[in-house]
């Protein structure tokens, strides 16, 4: 047992942890299966890992990254719209954004099955809520930048605003919970991206 590469042991750990975390989910999982699975002794895993928390970091963490850039340039951009009285460009920045998270969903499907539907009893265990916060934020400067540049817009609960971002984030992930083709993904986010404009439209009074 674990006579291989250093490369190639801790690739088989990686994908014996992806394989046993999706099956099992994060606290269902130990690492003597883990090392069984992989063909490794627990001395050869942690010459890889420190913890069972670290291997599923390492998992899902790439993902998280890609996705968190994705979206704080979309948020500049949204911002900058704002700056330039180009209010009508931000659902089309929305609307693009939404699209290319689907893709970038797909391109990392294992990890953010990890992440929404295994990681409990890890720090990724709120990833949902935690954007959705993210969301709410950035929502909130966008709104002030628009009071600021004579915009009128309705100001809305933060409650309100929970209760509105996670149903649409919810259904931008339906896609990972489902296990959607990435063309039946991309069909059904353009419907919700529809749905969810004109309902911020008419809330906010724009």
């Known amino acids: 047992m674990g006579y291989g590469t250093f490369e190639s042991t801790h690739n088989n750990i990686l994908e014996s942890g992806r394989r046993l975390f999706l099956e099992n989910g994060y606290e269902r999982t130990n690492i003597r299966a883990i090392c069984k699975d992989a063909g490794i002794t627990h001395g050869s895993f942690y010459r ?69 539907e295994c990681a409990d009893g890890t720090q990724y265990s709120n990833f949902l809520n935690e954007l959705v916060e993210m969301e709410i934020h950035s929502t909130q400067e966008t709104v002030k930048l628009m009071q600021e540049r004579g915009t009128f817009i309705r100001v809305l609960s933060e409650d309100k605003l929970h209760m509105l971002t996670h149903a649409y984030l919810s259904c931008i992930f339906e896609a990972v919970q489902h296990n959607f083709t990435l063309e039946e993904a991309l069909e059904n986010v353009q419907c919700v991206v529809e749905f969810f404009s004109a309902g911020w439209k008419k809330v906010l009074g724009l």
């Open 48 to 116: 890889h890992f420190d913890s069972k928390e670290a291997l599923f970091g390492a998992l899902v963490q790439p993902a998280l990254d890609s996705f968190n850039a994705l979206y704080d340039r979309s948020s500049d951009e949204c911002l900058d719209m704002v700056e330039t009285s180009q209010l009508e460009k931000t659902w089309n920045i929305s609307e693009e954004t939404s699209q290319a998270v689907v893709r970038l969903i797909y391109e990392h499907f294992d990890s953010f099955k990890l992440l929404l």
